[in-house]
């Protein structure tokens, strides 16, 4: 499965639950869920696994990765205070980079950008969950022309997030610190 949202629970989910956490996503993603073929032969929209630290996890195949506002409002939807429920989508993996060589500016700028992306999915869904929702700025009524996916926010607002890394590589050069490939 390429595109995917997840639910994890430490415990089994009854069937009625797992149609309850599928209606979720049917509500919150109505466009993008699709089916895959399960061991049986069968479409299904969930594919149910069991792990063996004991947990559970609960998968809905999507046609494309959710943005970070469609993963903020999931993860909302399925708050839980008194069991330990958490979700994962497929864009929520994390690209890993192996230093070897000195860094070329190029490579540089791609690890910034994707530090940044992901640093604004973050902000976003913290944003999400403190009341926060998309509208002309205004922090009294808890609304943002930013609270959206990093491919839709201004050039000047993406500058703040790339300039951090860009910073904390030149104090790491003047402390004779230097970021190689391995």
């Not at 639910?7 to 009625?16: I, K, Y």
């Not at 993008?32 to 559970?56: H, Y």
């Not at 939807?77 to 008194?82: G, I, K």
């Not at 640093?119 to 700025?137: D, L, M, P, R």
């Amino acid at each position: 499965m390429e595109h995917y949202v997840s639910l994890f629970t430490e415990r089994q989910l009854e069937r009625n639950e797992i149609v309850s956490w599928l209606n979720v996503c049917k509500r919150t993603i109505p466009d993008i869920i699709t089916t895959v073929v399960a061991p049986n032969g069968k479409n299904t929209s969930v594919s149910c696994n069991k792990f063996k630290s004991g947990k559970f996890s609960y998968s809905v195949p999507l046609l494309r990765h959710l943005d970070a506002l469609e993963v903020a409002k999931l993860d909302n939807c399925v708050f839980s205070t008194d069991e330990n429920v958490w979700i994962e989508a497929s864009k929520m993996e994390r690209k890993k980079f192996v230093l070897e060589d000195e860094l070329s500016p190029e490579e540089i700028n791609e690890i910034n950008t994707h530090i940044s992306k992901v640093q604004h999915e973050n902000w976003v869904s913290k944003k999400i969950k403190s009341g926060w929702t998309k509208g002309a700025f205004d922090p009294h009524f808890k609304k943002s022309p930013l609270l959206t996916g990093w491919d839709h926010i201004p050039e000047e607002s993406r500058f703040v997030d790339e300039t951090l890394l860009y910073e904390f590589i030149e104090q790491l050069k003047h402390r004779g610190i230097v970021l190689v490939k391995k």
